[in-house]
């Protein structure tokens, strides 16, 4: 498995049946693809529907059924379409049981920033900051390190935040950490890793959990 494959496997095992859940633009979105078989859960797009399906085959996209990052997807039996104005209202009234985001950088006290890198044009800020505070849990789903090997766990985000003290849970292709008052609290580790391998590529300083464990990838949906 390549680490968006690890990361979107191990996020879904983050998810209830009966749980309403957005999914962000990019690696967010492949979790549709690994929903444990057993459980159902109804995802949300920001652009107007409940009932999200799997991406579709090749050659069986419908232009007209995008998610809010413009991807092809498929509804589900059963799934609703309405405008933007009722989507925000689901997100803001507090009815997402989970949103799963990507970020630029998330620190130890649960700050995130993913919006907006200054000097560089972006399309706009998105739903994120409403979904971070409207959801009951954040999990972000993203890559521990940077491109250049540079950790994107800080002490501190240094970019402009999206939102304050929200994040709950952080999965990457090497660890599971949860957000906490104390900290950042080391859950799971990748097979083959250390504490110090993941310790190494993140700059806040992670507490171990006596709980700590391998993170697995059994009894879940194949691709």
């Given at each position: 498995?390549?680490?968006?494959e690890i990361?979107a496997?191990?996020v879904a095992?983050e998810l209830?049946?009966?749980?309403?859940?957005n999914l962000g633009?990019?690696?967010?979105?492949?979790v549709?693809?690994?929903?444990p078989?057993?459980?159902?859960?109804f995802?949300?797009?920001?652009?107007?529907f409940?009932?999200m399906?799997?991406?579709?085959?090749?050659?069986?996209?419908?232009?007209d059924?995008?998610?809010a990052?413009?991807?092809p997807?498929?509804?589900l039996?059963?799934?609703a379409?309405?405008?933007s104005?009722?989507?925000?209202?689901?997100i803001?009234?507090?009815?997402l049981?989970?949103?799963v985001?990507?970020?630029?950088?998330?620190d130890?006290?649960?700050?995130l920033a993913?919006?907006?890198?200054?000097g560089?044009?972006?399309?706009?800020?998105?739903g994120?900051?409403d979904?971070v505070v409207?959801?009951?849990?954040v999990?972000?789903?993203?890559?521990?390190?940077?491109?250049n090997?540079?950790?994107?766990i800080l002490?501190?985000?240094?970019?402009?935040?999206?939102a304050a003290?929200?994040?709950?849970?952080?999965?990457t292709?090497?660890?599971v950490?949860?957000?906490t008052?104390?900290?950042?609290?080391?859950?799971?580790?990748?097979p083959?890793?250390?504490?110090?391998?993941?310790?190494?590529?993140t700059?806040a300083?992670l507490?171990?959990?006596p709980?700590l464990?391998?993170?697995?990838?059994e009894n879940?949906?194949?691709a």
């Amino acid at each position: 498995m390549d680490k968006r494959e690890i990361i979107a496997r191990r996020v879904a095992q983050e998810l209830e049946s009966g749980a309403t859940v957005n999914l962000g633009i990019g690696l967010p979105g492949l979790v549709a693809e690994y929903v444990p078989e057993g459980v159902e859960v109804f995802l949300q797009a920001e652009n107007g529907f409940l009932g999200m399906g799997p991406t579709p085959a090749k050659g069986l996209e419908d232009g007209d059924l995008v998610n809010a990052g413009n991807q092809p997807v498929t509804l589900l039996p059963g799934a609703a379409t309405f405008d933007s104005a009722f989507s925000f209202a689901l997100i803001r009234g507090g009815h997402l049981d989970y949103t799963v985001l990507g970020a630029l950088e998330v620190d130890q006290e649960g700050n995130l920033a993913n919006w907006i890198i200054p000097g560089k044009l972006v399309p706009g800020m998105g739903g994120a900051m409403d979904l971070v505070v409207g959801a009951k849990t954040v999990i972000i789903a993203m890559e521990h390190a940077t491109k250049n090997g540079e950790p994107k766990i800080l002490n501190r985000c240094r970019l402009p935040l999206t939102a304050a003290r929200e994040v709950n849970l952080i999965i990457t292709e090497m660890a599971v950490i949860e957000v906490t008052q104390d900290g950042l609290v080391l859950k799971e580790i990748a097979p083959g890793l250390s504490v110090k391998d993941v310790q190494a590529v993140t700059e806040a300083e992670l507490k171990v959990s006596p709980q700590l464990k391998v993170m697995s990838f059994e009894n879940l949906k194949a691709a």
